[in-house]
């Protein structure tokens, strides 16, 4: 045996290694677990989960009340989601994003159109994405299926169809089926769905089983993507072997080859990766001649070829007082990763995140033959991991949490674990007039915009506006529930236009127009109040078909007809202020806000013929309040009335002297 190629993308694909960490997260903090089927297709892995009290359970029927559900990575149908809410059961959602994908495409087909799924219909994943699926649906796993299905669908139809793949579908299968169905559905809209680790996976088991003279592929009998690559090899190479573990190895048959291939399917652990590669090396070690390299030579000889920037496994050993971290990852150097190379974050140290014992995915940094060193990067790996992770969610609903590292030119940069994730101004804050620079050194919660990669040079766009958005929305949901016209509220100003103020009663937007921030006359609401004032305001109306509301802002006890009719009563002489003048009278101010009209036959006790002859804007006079029409809001006003009683003073206070005189006389 002369070499050993192991391909690059054997084993846990992103997706699955999400839902195993979903549900390992569940069980350190102690949670009641059970996984809607098992979490994925590989025994090993799902015994494993149950030693630590992770049950499998077939049916939602089975799960108790105090347990936390999850759904695997293959998804279920909006049915069984909607059942598990109807039972008010605790679920976690740990389906693959790539899988989230489809059912955002196929839930938006309309009624009257047809969804094509290139796929197993007995499998998981398709019954999950039918499940989602308003229009009619199809499936076909070949050509001879497809073909039945262009007896059913005639190709005027094909302005309606839109067709989608399982994420694991066969590439090459694929490939020929797109050529088909474009040839008949010409209008067709197709959205390749086939998983990006899918597609490099594939290819690379095709190019390795071509050149070797024996094949593995490792995985477990009821995973479609392992049987997929099985498939594959075998048409390429007749020596190929289907394994779960490393006890189905034909050892009499490895000796035999000189080069043997090693590939794995989505679903399988790292862990039997290494033990099949392990029991190899046991093999063959007594087998080889002393002119020969030993297995383990001839494994080591095909992991040089790992060259700076490629990912390897490795075990952490030991680490050090400094924060560096020894590593074996199956080569005669000495891995070990620099305290630097450990996490984005400088407050993470290594024994935050690690322990001995742990299997890590690494970056190869730097290999000094010489000192017979590898300087390896997890946080780099991690970076690149989770650049993976937000392409495949770029077109999900998540919300994902980061902090805000710097304020840039046209924006924000958020640090979401290693990526760095550009928020233009505009979408960083709620409104317009914030400054995002505040944000600076802050947590916050964002969703993605875009996610591109050209060459070397990644962007990423976020925003948190969308997310300030949708809470405001579900506080003002809350908020409109409660509210009632009467109801009295503390709100703050939030900006101002020339017909009224906006007031955030909490959560919620209403307007205090113009006429009711005043009883008296103004011209512009900043008259009465500010941006930024905390205000009282109470509900005068919710108009329930656009949700607008309007505030009341005015107290009754200032209103001044309240204080007129308290406090200057009929009979009341009082200071006024000449406000206007007509043909028929003079308007005189009383309190602000109220008017009351001096007829001109009640101005002077003499006949005037206008009343501009005895009065000006401005002059200031008393006038003795003769009556009051509240309901049309009307004062009558008489400066006649204290000349007629000066008068009548006067005459009373002569008639005892004219009598005295009379007597005398």
């Known amino acids: 045996m002369k070499k050993v190629i192991l391909a690059k993308s054997a084993g ?84 693959c994003p790539f899988v989230a994908k489809i059912h955002k495409i196929v ?72 050529k088909s169905l474009k040839n008949v559905y010409t209008n067709a809209k197709i959205f390749d769905t086939i998983c990006n680790a899918t597609t490099l996976r594939q290819k690379e088991a095709a190019e390795i089983s071509k050149s070797v003279d024996m094949m593995f592929v490792i995985g477990d009998k009821h995973s479609s993507n392992s049987f997929k690559l099985y498939s594959i090899c075998s048409s390429n ?29 989505a679903s399988t652990p790292a862990r039997i990766i290494k033990e099949v590669l392990d029991k190899m090396s046991e093999v063959n070690t007594s087998s080889v001649n002393e002119n020969e390299l030993s297995f383990e030579e001839m494994l080591e000889e095909s992991l040089k070829s790992m060259n700076t920037n490629e990912r390897v496994m490795g075990t952490v050993m030991s680490i050090a007082a400094n924060g560096d971290v020894s590593v074996d990852v199956g080569r005669k150097q000495a891995g070990y990763i620099p305290n630097d190379e ?16 742990d299997e890590v995915e690494l970056l190869i940094m730097k290999t000094n033959d010489q000192e017979g060193t590898i300087m390896l990067s997890k946080k780099r790996v991690d970076a690149q991991k989770n650049w993976e992770e937000l392409e495949a969610l770029a077109e999900s609903d998540e919300i994902f949490t980061g902090k805000v590292i710097e304020s840039v030119n046209g924006g924000v940069i958020v640090m979401f674990k290693g990526n760095r994730i550009f928020v233009p101004a505009s979408q960083a804050t709620l409104t317009r007039d914030e400054d995002a620079s505040e944000l600076v050194g802050k947590e916050v919660q964002f969703r993605l915009l875009e996610v591109s990669k050209k060459g070397r040079r990644k962007r990423a766009i976020g925003s948190i506006r969308a997310v300030l958005k949708e809470k405001r929305a579900e506080e003002k949901a809350k908020l409109l529930e409660s509210l009632a016209v009467g109801n009295t509220y503390m709100g703050t100003v939030k900006s101002l236009t020339s017909y009224g ?21 103004i011209k512009h609401p900043s008259e009465v109040v500010n941006v930024g004032d905390k205000v009282a305001v109470y509900i005068k109306d919710i108009n329930e078909e656009t949700k607008k509301i309007s505030l009341g802002y005015k107290k009754d006890e200032d209103n001044p007809w309240f204080i007129l009719e308290n406090q200057y009563p009929v009979g009341t002489v009082a200071k006024c202020k000449i406000v206007g003048l007509t043909t028929f009278g003079a308007f005189a101010n009383i309190i602000p806000g109220i008017d009351g009209l001096i007829h001109i036959s009640q101005i002077s006790n003499k006949r ?35 000349i007629a009683e000066e008068t009548a003073e006067e005459a009373v206070e002569e008639t005892p002297a004219e009598v005295e005189e009379e007597t005398a006389e």
């Open 608 to 642: 005037i013929e206008k009343p501009e002859d005895v009065l000006a804007v401005g002059d200031e006079v008393e006038a003795k309040i003769i009556a009051i029409d509240f309901e049309k809001k009307r004062v009558s006003l008489s400066m006649r009335a204290l």
């Open 12 to 95: 846990f694909c992103f997706g699955v290694n999400r839902a195993i960490e979903i549900v390992n997260k569940l069980v350190d903090e102690n949670k009641s677990v059970c996984t809607l089927g098992p979490i994925i297709h590989n025994m090993q892995v799902v015994q494993e989960l149950n030693e630590k009290g992770v049950v499998a359970i077939d049916s939602i029927d089975e799960a108790k009340q105090d347990d936390t559900v999850v759904i695997r990575s293959h998804g279920v149908s909006k049915q069984v989601i909607d059942n598990i809410k109807k039972k008010n059961l605790n679920y976690v959602d740990a389906t």
């Open 237 to 265: 190479c007749k020596n190929t072997f289907f394994i779960e573990t490393a006890e189905e190895l034909p050892v009499k048959e490895i000796s035999k080859a000189d080069s043997i291939g090693v590939t794995a399917g």
């Open 107 to 178: 839930k938006e087909a309309k009624e009257d159109e047809i969804v094509i799924i290139a796929g197993d219909k007995l499998h998981p994943e398709v019954q999950g994405i039918i499940g989602h699926c308003n229009a009619k649906c199809y499936t076909f796993k070949n050509l001879e299926e497809l073909a039945e299905i262009f007896k059913i669908i005639p190709p005027e139809k094909n302005n309606f169809i839109k067709i989608v793949a399982q994420t694991t579908f066969d590439l090459k299968e694929w490939e020929k089926s797109i």
């Open 501 to 521: 103020a906006f007031v955030d009663i909490g959560g919620v937007y209403g307007m205090i127009h113009i006429s009711e921030l005043s009883w008296s006359r």
């Open 342 to 357: 450990i996490s984005f974050d400088p407050t993470v140290t290594a024994n935050d995140l690690l322990k001995v014992g």
